[in-house]
């Protein structure tokens, strides 16, 4: 069964330091997601893709904030200098096209990014 | 998108069914409903939408009365591994993309 695979698993980073989370979509799928999770609380949008751009974005992904496609296959997110309060699970998910249909979303792994 | 409320834990045993209702007065025409199943520190995994009447898939069943305005979710024979936080969302047909809009979802606890 094809996946949204994300790497890494676990990522340690200084304050302030840039990190580049990645993400390998499903790979007939044309929606990209991010979505972050802190310890204990819900999941939560940070930024959809489409066609090279940003559809939407929350008010949580600020200019610190980045995603990009630098290939066919890998989305990246990447927080330019992290705080102490980045630090959570963050979900990439794509979908397909929905066309007349609702568009299910599959999520990756997470990655789960500490911030010390 | 329409806010939904479902039960914030639920307990059972073993071998039994489970029914989680979720509320969603202010369903739009075009929203579909759609529920998904958390593990602690992995992503959601879907598990079932529909739009009216009953779908069932090889996890779950999933019953809409015609008014829309609830929805619940059925998993039979629950087993120690279907302890998770499970989401009730709904979600507008946009012919685009569309964020996911997560609430605080319903705890299971199955006990042997």
């Known amino acids: 069964e094809p996946e949204v695979t994300q790497t890494p698993s676990h990522q340690v980073t200084q304050m302030g330091q840039e990190v580049i989370l990645r993400c390998v979509p499903i790979?007939?799928?044309?929606?990209f997601y991010w979505y972050r999770q802190i310890l204990g609380q819900k999941v939560e949008f940070l930024v959809s893709?489409?066609?090279?751009?940003?559809?939407?974005k929350s008010e949580i992904f600020d200019d610190q904030f980045s995603v990009e496609r630098p290939d066919g296959s890998n989305f990246t997110l990447k927080i330019r200098s992290t705080k102490l309060e980045d630090s959570a699970m963050y979900f990439c998910?794509?979908?397909?096209?929905?066309?007349?249909?609702?568009?299910?979303?599959?999520f990756g792994a997470g990655t789960r990014l500490s911030v010390l | 998108l329409a806010k939904t409320t479902q039960p914030i834990s639920m307990d059972s045993y073993e071998g039994q069914e489970v029914n989680i209702t979720c509320s969603h007065n202010n369903i739009a025409t075009n929203d579909y409903i759609t529920w998904y199943q958390q593990f602690p520190s992995q992503g959601p995994r879907f598990i079932i939408q529909?739009?009216?009447t009953k779908v069932t898939n090889e996890v779950a069943s999933l019953f809409i009365p015609a008014d829309r305005k609830s929805s619940t979710l059925s998993l039979p024979r629950v087993s120690l591994s279907d302890t998770a936080v499970y989401y009730c969302?709904?979600?507008?047909?946009?012919?685009?993309?569309?964020?996911?809009?997560f609430g605080a979802g319903t705890r299971l606890a199955v006990h042997p």
């Open positions: 969302l709904v979600d507008l047909v946009s012919g685009g993309y569309n964020k996911l809009i």
């Open positions: 529909g739009y009216k």
């Open positions: 790979s007939n799928h044309l929606y």
């Open positions: 893709f489409y066609n090279n751009e940003i559809s939407e």
């Open positions: 998910a794509s979908s397909e096209a929905p066309g007349l249909v609702s568009n299910i979303q599959y």
